[in-house]
Each structure stands twice: as structure tokens, then as C-alpha cells.
């Protein structure tokens, strides 16, 4: 029989397990720094380049460019692959994804996760010269034979005849409504060399996208975003690049494009299909821009909150002193997370995710609405160009509160 004290402290318990619920947990603020996962070491000069994604079944799937003998994007490098299982607390071992090949950078790793909850696709290219395209279907433990796709960006050449591609990097997206639901949409950028610039640079420079309908077997080219020496509004845009795409909840694509241009801004521009009939690019006064690669994301409806953007990148326009005056480039510090619930038309939330040396990020979102940001980072002078690539989580209830900048 039961006592009414044991009643009493039956309801107390189902209480609590209901105060304790997942959503209830979602609502309070999170935030952590997780790990290092990726750092020099002997082997290596720098771990650089971070591309983050996390599968349907809440795998994390982290890459990085460790290059060899120097730090610059010419040097000899792997594409290295750590996975993590329990929200980037633990991490297996090092794989190397694509391994080097002499005087053949092997770089700007790109993922996508599909909607059919088990692959991986991921695009990468080799001597800036052509790409590859390779998948997973058991969660990045092994990976399908890399196709060339180099086919692809020959169609551009009639328009644009370029020296150098890459792809991304960062994560790309799939579409998941509309005529085109499925669509597998790559920002690209190219780049046709001064000749009397040193052999190996990145300028002059234009971007547009690739895609695939049909689960990454063949690729289409997009048209031609922007391009060097193309009028914005008074400006002058100079050298568009790396770029990022996010599908809004309009079905709509938006990129987000680095630039060398004057303003420091970030430039959108907007295409109903991902690939064609582009916006003409417009700067985004919100969104400063260092001249670094950022990252954004659709973060998922949860409760009554509304969907919305998070972007990511280092916000340093309070330090105007300049990196290299050559090409306008600013500090990169101060790595700072903006919300928008309006589609990016305005940037509501302005959140410091690290204060000190901060670059290249990329941002991937958990089954369960937790964020992770994976950003490489140094300690200053004294580390130079000799990063270490880190791994912070945190939710949009830590966003929207009134917590402190976290400190280093």
C-alpha cells in the first residue's frame, strides 16, 4: 500500500523530470569551449582552413589544411578529417582525408550534408587546378574513389578563362524546397592572374556557384556573381572570393561574399534557384568584413522562437590598423556571432564568441539545436601564421541573453 508521503514524493519526482525535460534544457544559456582539435604539431607548420558539419545521426564531422613546410596557400598540405560522436567531447583519430601530393596544395574542403540522413558529399581541389568530389555513407569512416569534376568550371572558361578555382571553403548546402528541393549548391570562385604579380596569388578574382540535381553524379556551372572591377553603387568591388551560401525561408539563396573592397563590408546577393538569375551583389552595412572567410547557417525553428540566420566572422572594426595595405586587408580578431530572424535583412543579436586572434570559422548546427563553431586561432605575436583550429558549442539561448563577452 502506498503511503500518502509516498505519493507526495512520486508527484515531486515527475516534477522535476519534467522541469529537466530536453526543452526545458534548450532554454538555458550554453556555452563551452570543447577542444582543440586540430594543432601544428612537429609535422606541420599550421593547421588552417576549417570546414565543420554534422551529420543527421549527430555526428561531427571537422576538416583542416595542415600544411607542411611553410604557412601560405602554395604549400604542400593534407586535408585532415577528425569525428566526433558526443558532441565534439571526445574525438577519433586523425584521418588523413586527401593526402598531399608535392607542389599540388590540396585545400578548401567543402561538405555538405544531405537530407537522406546518411551522406556526406564533400568537393576539394588539388594545384588550385582541378576539383574533386567524394562521398560517405557510414559517416565519414570511408569515402567513395574523388571523381575530377574539373569539367564543370571548364564551362566557365568562354566567359572567364581562369588560372586558379577553388570551392568554398566551409560548408555548402542543399536545397530543401521548391522545384529545385535537393539541389546540391557549391560557391566557387576563380581567378585569372596578373601576370606581373608573383605567380601563385589569388587576384584578380570572380565567384559563382556549381551544382548537382542529381546527388553529386554530374555538375552544372551557375552564372557569373560578380567579378572584379564591377561597379557597387559608388564602389569599386574589388576581388570577390571566398563566399557562402544559405537557403531562406523563401526557398531563395543568399550569398555571402569576402571582398577587398574599400566599404569592408560584407556583399549579398540573392538567386531564386542557387545558380542562376543572381542579384546584382549589394554590401551589407551590418557585416564587417576584415577581408576573412565567414560562416553562416540556418538555424532550425525551436519552440515559439523563429527560424534564423547565424553568421560568424572576425569583427574587428573597432582596430583599423592594417594587416597589408596592398590589399586593404584588417586585423582578424575578435570573432563574433550576429542573428538575424528577418532572413539577413537586419542583424538583431551581436554575441563575442572569442575576443583575441581569430580567422577562418565554419558553423554547424546538432540534432538537438546546439551550435558549433570550429575557428582557428593563435596566441598572438609570438605564433604568427601558426594556428591551432578549436571547437566551441553553444545554443540561442546563450545568443539572446545578457551574459558577458567570454574572455580567452
Request: hydrophobic residues 35%; proline residues 7%; charged residues 20%.
Amino acid at each position: 500500500m502506498k503511503t500518502p508521503q509516498f505519493l507526495r514524493l512520486l508527484a515531486l519526482l515527475s516534477l522535476s523530470v519534467l522541469l529537466i525535460s530536453p526543452e526545458s534544457l534548450a532554454q538555458q544559456p550554453v556555452f563551452e569551449t570543447i577542444a582543440t582539435v586540430f594543432e601544428p604539431g612537429k609535422e606541420y607548420a599550421t593547421t588552417r582552413i576549417p570546414a565543420l558539419v554534422c551529420s543527421k545521426k549527430g555526428t561531427l564531422l571537422a576538416f583542416t589544411e595542415a600544411r607542411v613546410q611553410n604557412t601560405g596557400d602554395w604549400a604542400d598540405m593534407d586535408i585532415l578529417l577528425r569525428r566526433s560522436t558526443d558532441g565534439g567531447k571526445n574525438w577519433l583519430p586523425v584521418q588523413v582525408f586527401a593526402a598531399r601530393r608535392p607542389k599540388q596544395p590540396t585545400s578548401n574542403c567543402t561538405p555538405i550534408v544531405d537530407a537522406d540522413g546518411k551522406t556526406i558529399h564533400v568537393l576539394y581541389q588539388r594545384n588550385y587546378a582541378n576539383c574533386f568530389y567524394t562521398k560517405s555513407t557510414d559517416e565519414g569512416a570511408t569515402w567513395s574513389e574523388p571523381a575530377d569534376i574539373t569539367y564543370v568550371f571548364e564551362k566557365f572558361r568562354p566567359e572567364y578563362n581562369w588560372k586558379v578555382l577553388a570551392p568554398g571553403p566551409g560548408h555548402a548546402i542543399q536545397l530543401s524546397q521548391g522545384q529545385h528541393k535537393g539541389r546540391l549548391v557549391v560557391p566557387v570562385w576563380l581567378c585569372e592572374p596578373n601576370p606581373t604579380v608573383k605567380y601563385g596569388d589569388h587576384r584578380p578574382s570572380c565567384i559563382a556557384t556549381v551544382f548537382s540535381d542529381d546527388g553529386g553524379k554530374t555538375w552544372q556551372r551557375g552564372t557569373i556573381v560578380a567579378n572584379n572591377g564591377d561597379r557597387i553603387g559608388g564602389d569599386t568591388l574589388v576581388n570577390p572570393s571566398e563566399h557562402i551560401a544559405v537557403e531562406l525561408s523563401d526557398g531563395r539563396v543568399m550569398l555571402n561574399i569576402r571582398s577587398e573592397s574599400a566599404p569592408h563590408r560584407r556583399l549579398v546577393a540573392y538567386s531564386p534557384d542557387g545558380a542562376t538569375a543572381w542579384t546584382k551583389p549589394v554590401f551589407d552595412d551590418e557585416l564587417f568584413d576584415p577581408v576573412c572567410m565567414a560562416s553562416l547557417i540556418r538555424l532550425p525553428k525551436a519552440g515559439k522562437e523563429k527560424p534564423a540566420l547565424l553568421f560568424v566572422n572576425p569583427d574587428s572594426q573597432t582596430d583599423p590598423s592594417m594587416l597589408n595595405p596592398k590589399v586593404n586587408f584588417r586585423k582578424r580578431q575578435n570573432l563574433t556571432a550576429k542573428l538575424s530572424t528577418d532572413d539577413g535583412q537586419t542583424w538583431s543579436v551581436k554575441k563575442v564568441l572569442d575576443p583575441g586572434n581569430a580567422g577562418y570559422s565554419d558553423v554547424a548546427v546538432g540534432p538537438d539545436g546546439l551550435v558549433y563553431c570550429l575557428y582557428e586561432t593563435n596566441a598572438g605575436a609570438a605564433e604568427g601564421w601558426r594556428y591551432h583550429v578549436v571547437l566551441k558549442r553553444f545554443n540561442r539561448a546563450w545568443l539572446t541573453d545578457n551574459t558577458q563577452t567570454p574572455t580567452k
